[in-house]
């Protein structure tokens, strides 16, 4: 509603007195992952098993629902490449990274080991960042050759510096800093998989995380933190 323009209301319309807030609206049924590009919103809707499309520009929005080799199960992140324009999709049903273009066409997938469940994607500088909850890891891929690369962390799942249930990551510069649900922490590594700290710790209190999900950082170095237990969002210094 927001977003289009109203329709003209049709003859029945005039002759009921029917008005613009009884027209069906179409939906954004159960919303998660966020990705933005050139005036365009994607939402990863996980019970419509497509995406959500919000093009500013245009005003327009669209059940997108891929088919074919593109066709989605249930996306839960998903992200962008500036220099491509280029859709990463993380579908934790299909156990692999889905690739669009910028006309929406499918391009490819990748990421799909045995029994994946990815759960975020992260692109940036010719690399994905792929979250996945049944491994306890973050692969890294080269997009050029979509070959694996690396993995975060150097560690076990059940060590003190490993990951235990990731479900959201985002890399800056020097940093990888990866949502551990199991952990109730954020945890922050270097590209090379060596951990540096942890933010937070199990609990409801300020500072604490009872689910950790969603998890951005911005230029000044502050960590933005959703939590979908508390239901907040919380801000935390370069030194956490």
């Known amino acids: ?31 998660y992952g966020v990705a933005i590009h050139g005036g365009v919103i994607y939402v990863c809707d996980t019970l ?3 995406i959500d499309v919000i093009d500013l520009e245009n005003r327009s929005f669209d059940h997108w629902l891929p088919d074919g080799f593109g066709q989605l199960r249930k996306p839960i992140n998903c992200a962008t490449d500036k220099a491509t324009g280029r859709l990463y ?14 006309d929406r066409r ?28 049944k491994h306890h890891e973050v692969r890294v891929y080269d997009l050029s050759s979509l070959e694996q690369v690396g993995v975060v962390p150097n560690a076990e ?9 990731p479900t959201n990551v985002w890399v800056t510069d020097r940093h990888v800093y990866v949502s551990s649900f199991g952990a109730g922490q954020i945890r922050v590594y270097t590209h090379e998989g060596d951990y540096v700290r942890a933010v937070g710790s199990y609990g409801d209190g300020l500072g604490q995380f009872a689910r950790p999900k969603g998890i951005a950082v911005d230029d000044a170095g502050v960590l933005y ?16």
């Open 106 to 133: 499918f391009v490819t997938a990748f990421g799909g080991v045995t029994a994946s469940r990815p759960t975020d994607v992260f692109v940036a500088e010719g690399r994905a960042w792929v979250a996945d909850l």
């Open 89 to 102: 999709v993380a579908d934790i049903e299909r156990g692999d990274v889905v690739v669009f273009g910028p």
């Open 157 to 165: 799942a059940d060590s003190a510096d490993g990951l235990f249930g």
């Open 225 to 240: 933190a959703v939590d979908a237990a508390i239901e907040n969002v919380q801000l935390f210094n370069f030194e956490g």
């Open 48 to 50: 419509l098993g497509g």
């Open 1 to 31: 509603r927001d977003v289009e323009e109203p329709p003209s209301p049709s003859f029945w319309q005039r002759i009921a007195g029917e008005g613009e807030d009884d027209e069906q609206v179409r939906p954004i049924r159960k919303p």
